[in-house]
């Protein structure tokens, strides 16, 4: 099967989460990802649950390491994954994040129609709830961008409105980009291990490269 996407989950103390999540990848009515698990570290367990996934459907899913089986942080994590990448795009999904089945199937759909945008970002629920507490449901929240659905910024204007505050960062679950924009890009900053990672990375993402954003979580 053709790979398309690229999905990048990098990996350190999630064995709580890291089936779940991996499970929202496979259940993606979409068919032509790869799952690239990054691993980092990892004591908790989680090494052995993203070995057995890698072994259930190894067509599909790698696991990946460092040299030494080092720690390196997050943004390392990410590259490690973005070097083994084959997909035309590229998408992020933390190891305590989920995905509703529908993600890639729609955002993919959308950036082969705007052969203009390089990124695609949407909304990012916030959610509470997954417990099934009552108290905790009133807490879930829809975190929009801040632009009207459909519009496309060009570069750098994401990257300005951000520095601004004038729209919300994205989160990175939220995101689908062209593997060349990101390579363009240089992927992620490994000097940001665990904190900002993500704003590091979109500060040189959004500098050059043109933004879809929609209104969809």
Known sequence: MTVRVSVVMPFLAAARFLAESVESVRAQTY?????????????????????RYAALDPARIRWLEHPGHATRGA??????????????????????????????????ALLDAHPEADVLTGSTEFWHSWNDAASDAERDQVVRIGVPDGTLLRAPTMLARMLEGRVAVPCTC?????????????GFEESFMRVFTDQAFYAKLFAESSVLVVDAC
Request: glycine share 8%; charged share 25%.
């Open 31 to 51: 068919p032509h990802w790869e799952l690239l698990l990054c691993y980092d570290g990892a004591t908790d367990g989680s090494t052995e649950i993203a070995r």
């Open 174 to 186: 939220s995101l689908v980009a062209r593997r060349a924009a990101v390579e363009r890009a240089g």
């Open 75 to 108: 943004s390392a994590a990410r590259n490690l994954g973005l070097a083994a990448a084959s997909g035309e795009y590229v998408a992020f999904l933390d190891a305590d994040d989920v995905w509703l089945p529908h993600k890639l199937a729609e955002q993919v």
